[in-house]
């Protein structure tokens, strides 16, 4: 499965998580911290145009880390949802392209993309929640053990992005419920695993722009095939990410204040330091 997961990932993440009007451009920007310490920036910009949405999402993180940098984006319409993403320098680069055409559950999904050890490709066609077709060559490290998938695994799923579908209507709007309060088994033709959304409450948060109001949920990232495992440990490791979203008095814009993911060397969290 190699790298190009994470890839999916946060563009699906990034893209999913902000709205606007549907005539004026949104730009947030962020801080990034792992296990506490600050490690770089990030911003997000939508810009709504009729019946489309645009996110363009860069990202730079350094320090002691030296974790590089990501540019993402996203065009959500009607039936189709586009993204692209690059990360990484030199050898360590790292790019993808993913389209999805359709409703959700019954799609036309694909995936091209060139990490360090190569070019991969997706080819997927989902009929009634199910993989009909499927097309897949990946290269990965030869020492990795994985979460064997079966056919079970490929049924009454959705690619990663119809799910954006769901989440940022094409004209600028977001649809919380689409991530808050519901439950997506996802099948990236490599990996299946769940997005479960706790219902989203309202939530007391310091330093958000006057007259500002938020709410936060949960969404626990489960595992189920396809996925890495450790040769001692054959159980799906879970994660829960906190999310809250802050919107404006008028209720024209809708954004992403924070988010925290726990990982293997602390947690990883993003702040909006700004919102234009």
Not at 171 to 184: A, K, N, V
Not at 258 to 273: H, K, T, Y
Request: proline content about 6%; glycine content about 10%; overall charge positive.
């Amino acid at each position: 499965m190699s790298r190009f997961i994470p890839s999916v990932s946060a563009v699906a993440i990034l893209a999913s998580v902000i709205s606007a009007s549907a005539t004026e451009p949104v730009t947030v920007s962020y801080t990034m911290a792992l296990a506490g310490l600050p490690i770089g920036s990030a911003t997000m910009v939508l810009t709504p145009n009729g019946n489309t949405t645009s996110v363009a999402v860069a990202g730079k993180a350094g320090g002691p880390f030296e974790l590089g940098r990501m540019n993402a984006s996203a065009v959500v319409s009607e039936g189709q949802v586009t993204a692209k993403s690059e990360s990484g320098s030199g050898k360590d680069a790292s790019s993808a392209t993913l389209v999805s055409k359709g409703a959700p559950g019954s799609s036309n999904f694909s995936f091209t993309g060139q990490s360090s050890r190569g070019p991969g490709k997706v080819a997927m066609i989902l009929t009634g929640g199910r993989a009909t077709t499927l097309d897949v060559v990946i290269p990965d490290n030869p020492k990795a053990v994985r979460m064997p998938l079966s056919d079970s695994h490929k049924t009454g799923v959705v690619d990663p992005l119809s799910v954006l579908s769901l989440l940022v209507k094409p004209g600028g709007t977001m649809r919380p419920e689409g991530l808050c309060g519901r439950s997506h088994a996802i099948f990236t033709g490599q990996s299946r695993f769940n997005l479960q959304g706790a219902v989203a409450t309202e939530a007391n948060i310091k330093g958000l722009p006057e007259g500002w109001s938020a709410v936060s949920c949960r969404v626990t990232y489960t595992p189920i095939a396809g996925h890495r495992i450790d040769k001692n440990v054959n159980a799906a490791q879970a994660r829960t990410a906190n999310l809250v979203f802050a919107k404006s008095p008028d209720g024209v814009k809708s954004v992403l204040w924070s988010l925290s993911v726990p990982g293997s060397f602390g947690s990883f969290s993003l702040a909006a330091n700004t919102v234009k």
